[in-house]
């Protein structure tokens, strides 16, 4: 069964050093997510792909995050300087759409800790 | 703006016993919403979800929820809880727009503990 990959799946950084996630979608899934859980939250939607434009990163603190999915492809979310509240799940997700009814299929996720 | 409330934070319940997890969503136009399930550590599985049609839907895992728009609900149930559903449940919304996909909004999770 196809499954969204994303590594590492742990990471423990310390506050204004640089961090890097990587996800690679299911084949064929156009449209990708990146979220952020805090714990004991839902998650939140970061920024939306399709292919390899942004469709929404309204919610990307862009003075330190950045998201790139050059190929359209697998996807890397950056972070730079890390601070302490930026300690969460990141979650990635893939989607097919049709007709904007999507089933959205998530990774394992990376749990990042800034010390 | 989309939303969604999740009443119950946590919910403890005996192995065998009937489930019903609240779930109530705020959307301008006719809502998809969906119920994923969280294990510790891990991401998220799709439990089952409604676009249009039967308000009843059924998913995995003997779960099944109801979709009722006069009352803005999708209430997540179970007839008889196992000890491996213990998890955190969450519902989500998204809205249905042609060409691409719509982003989903979810709550704050319905953490479910289940005793022996």
């Known amino acids: 069964e196809a499954e969204v990959a994303q590594s590492p799946r742990y990471k423990i950084t310390e506050k204004s050093q640089a961090v890097a996630f990587w996800c690679d979608p299911i084949?064929?899934?156009?449209?990708l997510y990146w979220y952020r859980q805090i714990l004991g939250q839902g998650p939140e939607l970061l920024v939306q792909?399709?292919?390899?434009?942004?469709?929404?990163d309204s919610q990307l603190p862009k003075d330190r995050f950045s998201a790139e999915r050059l190929k359209g492809v697998d996807s890397t979310l950056k972070i730079q300087p890390a601070e302490l509240g930026d300690s969460a799940m990141y979650l990635c997700?893939?989607?097919?759409?049709?007709?904007?009814?999507?089933?959205?299929?998530f990774g394992p996720g990376t749990r990042l800790t800034v010390l | 703006a989309q939303s969604v409330t999740q009443p119950d934070i946590h919910i403890t319940v005996s192995e065998g016993a009937s489930l019903e997890l609240r779930c109530n969503y705020s959307?301008?136009?006719?809502?998809?919403l969906f119920w994923y399930v969280q294990s510790p550590g891990q991401g998220l599985q799709l439990l089952l979800k409604?676009?249009?049609?039967?308000?009843l839907v059924q998913g995995i895992k003997g779960f099944e929820a109801e979709f009722k728009r006069s009352q803005s609900s999708f209430n997540l149930r179970k007839p008889s809880v196992h000890w491996s559903d213990a998890a955190e449940y969450f519902c989500?919304?998204?809205?249905?727009?042609?060409?691409?996909?719509?982003?989903?909004?979810f709550g704050t999770g319905t953490r479910l503990q289940v005793t022996l």
């Open positions: 997700a893939s989607s097919f759409p049709s007709g904007g009814a999507n089933e959205q299929f």
């Open positions: 084949s064929g899934h156009a449209t």
């Open positions: 792909f399709q292919d390899e434009s942004v469709v929404d």
């Open positions: 959307y301008g136009a006719t809502p998809y």
């Open positions: 409604y676009f249009s049609g039967d308000t």
């Open positions: 989500a919304v998204g809205g249905g727009s042609t060409g691409t996909a719509s982003k989903l909004t």
